[in-house]
Structures are given as structure tokens and as C-alpha cells.
Nanobody
């Protein structure tokens, strides 16, 4: 079993910055793509950024130029640097990781989710 643990959320004024982290732990796994999904109250969870094993990144247009996703495979960790934050960025931010694990002679690929970290941006 693999666990994802997020950290770095908090309360910040508009225009401020936060850096989210998400660390994966467990045994015998390889991480493929990773991503961040915010969920605001009353709204569906949506994608803001993803990163592949080759460090190819993709962003929602609402955060392009403000957010940067990165990963450190030596630490099994993905980061989200959030700058120029806006009140509309307020949400619980969930990280996800597409993970490959051996299962006997086969491999199992599973999407794991973290517990979420609250980001609140005041105006």
C-alpha cells in the first residue's frame, strides 16, 4: 500500500505565495505521473497541474504563469509552487500519483490520492 501525505497549505493574503508538498511512502513502487487537484466548496474537483516522469508539465489556463509543479524522485515528492494567489484559488488541494507496483509476475497500476491540504486566500 502507498500513502500520499500533503503539507504546506494555509491562509495567505491575495498576491501571496504558498508551496505545497506531497510525499509518497510505502514499499516497492514506482511513480508515474503526478498532479494537483483543487476542490472548492460546492464544486467538483478539478485539475490544475500535472507532471510526467520525464518532467513534462501541463497546467490549467487559470494558473499558467502563477503556479509551477515540480517533482523530486529521490524523495518521491511532488511540489506545487503557487504565486500571485487569488481568492478564487481557495480550495482543498489534493495530490494524486499514478503508481506501479509489482504483484507476483504482474504489475498493478493504481491512482492514489492524498488527504488534501486547505489553501485559503483572503482578499
Amino acid at each position: 500500500q502507498v500513502q500520499l501525505v500533503e503539507s504546506g497549505g494555509g491562509l495567505v493574503q491575495a498576491g501571496g505565495s504558498l508551496r505545497l508538498s506531497c510525499a509518497a511512502s510505502g514499499r516497492g513502487f514506482t511513480i508515474n505521473a503526478m498532479g494537483w487537484y483543487p476542490q472548492a466548496p460546492g464544486k467538483q474537483r478539478g485539475l490544475v497541474a500535472t507532471i510526467t516522469t520525464g518532467n513534462s508539465t501541463n497546467y490549467d489556463k487559470s494558473v499558467q504563469g502563477r503556479f509551477t509543479i515540480s517533482r523530486d524522485d529521490t524523495k518521491n515528492t511532488v511540489y506545487l509552487q503557487m504565486n500571485s494567489l487569488k481568492p478564487d484559488d481557495t480550495a482543498v488541494y489534493y495530490c494524486t500519483a499514478n503508481i506501479k507496483q509489482s504483484s507476483g509476475r504482474a504489475y498493478v497500476i493504481t491512482d492514489y490520492w492524498g488527504q488534501g491540504t486547505q489553501v485559503t486566500v483572503s482578499s
